[in-house]
């Protein structure tokens, strides 16, 4: 029994010196090796510690973890089909265009997934002024647009084309064909 106690012990002591780390790390802006736990020490991860992670490893700017504010922005897309139906979509801010496509049943192929290897999400922004407000094309998808079916001055890769607030309300159309090296007629289903 009194092997258990000293077990207990040691763990709670083990426990309040983790969370003093990370306190430790959350309070100074200093090194982050500061009260680095020992290598020959076993972890342990209590439930305080946990929570923290995310703190400690978020992408959010500091004194934003409220829940409320974990609800993303959103702006408008319209995406203009092969046979020139229409359909509005909302798509999170810093999401690929590729990505919303596939989350709302839009037929934009993205055969390589976003990894600018192939052609085949071209969309062509429909308003120069929104296109202009793209980032730069990059030396890679400039050499997958040369392989695109119906290229255009405004035409870009939607793997490629990230959702921002002053994209809102931007229109793309889907070109007539793709190219890809698939069996003809092959629909492909995203992952």
């Known amino acids: 029994m009194l092997s258990r106690i000293s077990r ?15 306190g430790n790390l959350l309070g100074s802006r200093g090194s982050l090796y500061q009260g680095h ?35 993303k922005e959103k702006i408008s897309v319209t995406f203009v089909n092969k046979d020139g139906s229409e359909q509005t979509i909302s798509v999170p801010v810093g999401m ?3 990505e919303a496509a596939h989350e709302n049943d839009i037929e934009l ?16 922004v429909m308003d120069v002024n929104y296109y202009n407000k793209l980032e730069d094309p990059t ?7 040369d392989l695109a079916f119906g290229l255009t001055e405004t035409s870009r890769l939607g793997c490629q084309v990230i959702a921002k607030p002053e994209l809102d309300g931007m229109r793309l159309a889907l070109p007539a064909a793709t190219r890809n090296f698939a069996v003809d007629g092959y629909v492909p289903k995203p992952h």
Do not use: Q, Y
């Open 8 to 22: 207990l012990g040691a763990r709670l002591l083990r426990e309040a010196r983790a969370e003093t780390r990370v």
């Open 37 to 71: 736990v020992n290598r020959h020490s076993s972890p342990v991860v209590t439930p305080t510690v946990l929570s923290l992670k995310n703190i400690l490893f978020s992408t959010a700017p500091s004194g934003d973890h409220d829940e409320s504010n974990l609800e």
């Open 96 to 98: 690929s265009m590729l």
């Open 109 to 124: 192929e993205g055969a390589c997934e976003g990894s600018l290897a192939c052609s085949t999400c071209h969309v062509i």
């Open 139 to 145: 030396d890679e998808e400039n050499d997958m647009l």
